[in-house]
């Protein structure tokens, strides 16, 4: 079975700082998907960013990259310019690459901290 | 249209009631699944809805959890007599299988407390 592991419960960052996320994974799959889905008190899952395990490219979304270490099975998000909407529960998700078994599977979660 | 609706938003019960919950995934998407959240936790899975495929019960916690789904449209999860670690953050996502990576989009959640 696969595993998720995010080892931050709490993280902070000032204003317009960058500040990394970490997320490591079990599998013994070659081929998967990671996530990282942002969640606000609201409890709406977004979608922050994905990546496929195949892409060598590490993926990126405006102010959002990630740096995928597929040997290490490690998968961190970066923030950018951080912003005060920024603040949220941050989740790392796996799923598998194929049609069976399309479920997520989690991480605990990382609470972001974003300081004025 | 709109994205996954969920209702009721929250609902409080007591103990060894029945509850259900209600999910109405985005439309066109064929894949819905529901996922459980306790207090400041990751979401576990509990089931899987694909077309008119046989579910993937494999994450429902005991046989007093079960959900069903007519076609491609609204799905309910219902817990029969409901315990208080049944307290959590109910979560329903859809997803459109048919794209490289198809992502699955949230509900707000239906926040469950059971007294």
């Known amino acids: 079975a696969q595993t998720v592991t995010q080892s931050q419960p709490e993280m902070s960052v000032q204003e317009a700082e960058t500040v990394t996320l970490s997320c490591t994974y079990d599998t013994s799959e070659s081929d998967y998907y990671l996530f990282w889905y942002k969640q606000p008190p609201s409890r709406q899952m977004i979608l922050v960013i994905r990546?496929?395990?195949?892409?060598?490219q590490n993926a990126t979304e405006n102010r959002f990259s990630v740096n995928f270490q597929k040997a290490a099975k490690s998968f961190s998000l970066k923030i950018s310019d951080s912003q005060l909407g920024d603040a949220a529960m941050y989740f790392c998700?796996?799923?598998?690459?194929?049609?069976?078994?399309?479920?997520?599977?989690f991480g605990g979660g990382t609470r972001l901290m974003v300081k004025p | 249209g709109a994205g996954v609706s969920q209702s009721p938003s929250n609902k409080v019960t007591e103990k060894g009631k029945d509850v259900e919950l209600r999910c109405d995934p985005i439309s066109g998407h064929t894949a819905l699944y529901w996922y459980r959240q306790r207090l400041g936790q990751g979401l576990e899975f509990l089931i899987y809805?694909?077309?008119?495929?046989?579910?993937?019960k494999s994450g429902l916690p005991s046989d007093r959890f079960s959900a069903e789904r007519t076609g491609e449209s609204v799905s309910t999860l219902t817990i029969q007599r409901t315990q208080q670690e049944d307290s959590a953050v109910y979560l329903c996502?859809?997803?459109?299988?048919?794209?490289?990576?198809?992502?699955?989009?949230f509900g707000p959640g239906t926040r469950l407390t059971v007294l």
């Open positions: 998700a796996y799923r598998r690459a194929y049609n069976a078994g399309n479920m997520l599977t």
């Open positions: 990546q496929e395990a195949y892409k060598q």
């Open positions: 996502a859809s997803s459109s299988p048919g794209l490289a990576v198809d992502t699955q989009y």
């Open positions: 809805f694909q077309g008119n495929s046989a579910p993937d």
